[in-house]
């Protein structure tokens, strides 16, 4: 159990474009998910925490109307990154937790945008 | 004083050695500790999960959490070339759902 799957896994983009990445739990639901980036060797940083149904608490520091956040249903969250740059160029992670299990990771969406 | 720390490494063992991966974290109410393993360009998968002091032993892994002195390490026995990758230390406090990660820790099992 506790699977997390991330879609897409990669993603190229102009500069000053949006992308939106998808965060679904396929086998349990999921009030609470939360959304990582990593940089390359470095490690995961929380930049938000997604609530179903309610408002996304972000991390000092990370711009939320630059990274939009979108929690409608109990399976699913989404990360819009907004007018990308090539600085948002990064590894983005999302988890969850289930019940008795640690924290589950989707497969990640690398985002390069040029 | 950084909230999760782990030296970054790379610690390097041959086959069939202990690796030992060793964190600390910060004086808090600290509730669930973790450790994740990553292979290069993936997600983080879950090896471990620890949640009271001694040891909690699954197959070649063995975790050790010491409350008292704000540690957790991890055992890996009969180390393999395929345990190569990057270990993660996770740490979950009381009253929140926020983990939150050290740098890892970049390990080497030479065949």
């Known amino acids: 159990g506790a699977v997390v799957s991330q879609h897409p896994s990669w993603v190229i983009c102009k500069s000053g474009t949006s992308v939106k990445i998808e965060c679904r739990s396929l086998?349990?639901?999921?009030?609470?998910m939360f959304w990582y980036r990593q940089f390359p060797k470095q490690s995961l940083m929380l930049m938000a925490t997604?609530?179903?149904?309610?408002?996304?608490?972000?991390e000092q520091g990370v711009e939320k109307d630059k990274f939009l956040i979108n929690h409608a249903s109990l399976t699913l969250s989404t990360l819009t990154v907004t007018s990308a740059h090539p600085e948002d160029s990064s590894f983005y992670i999302c988890s969850a937790k289930q019940t008795n299990y640690g924290y589950t990771f989707g497969s990640g969406t690398r985002l390069t945008v040029v | 004083q950084k909230e999760v720390e782990q030296n970054s490494g790379p610690l390097s063992v041959p086959e069939g050695a202990i690796a030992s991966l060793n964190c600390t974290y910060s004086?808090?109410?600290?509730?669930?500790f973790f450790w994740y393993r990553q292979y290069s360009g993936k997600s983080p998968e879950l090896i471990m999960s620890?949640?009271?002091?001694g040891d909690k032993e699954d197959g070649r892994f063995t975790a050790q959490l010491n409350k008292a002195s704000q540690y957790v390490s991890l055992l890996i026995r009969d180390s393999q070339p395929s345990d190569s990758a990057t270990y993660l230390c996770?740490?979950?406090?009381?009253?929140?759902?926020?983990?939150?990660f050290g740098a890892g820790t970049r390990l080497f099992v030479k065949a």
């Open positions: 996770a740490v979950n406090w009381a009253g929140g759902f926020k983990t939150i």
């Open positions: 004086d808090r109410v600290s509730q669930s």
């Open positions: 086998d349990f639901q999921a009030t609470t």
């Open positions: 620890i949640y009271s002091n």
């Open positions: 997604s609530n179903e149904g309610s408002k996304a608490t972000y």
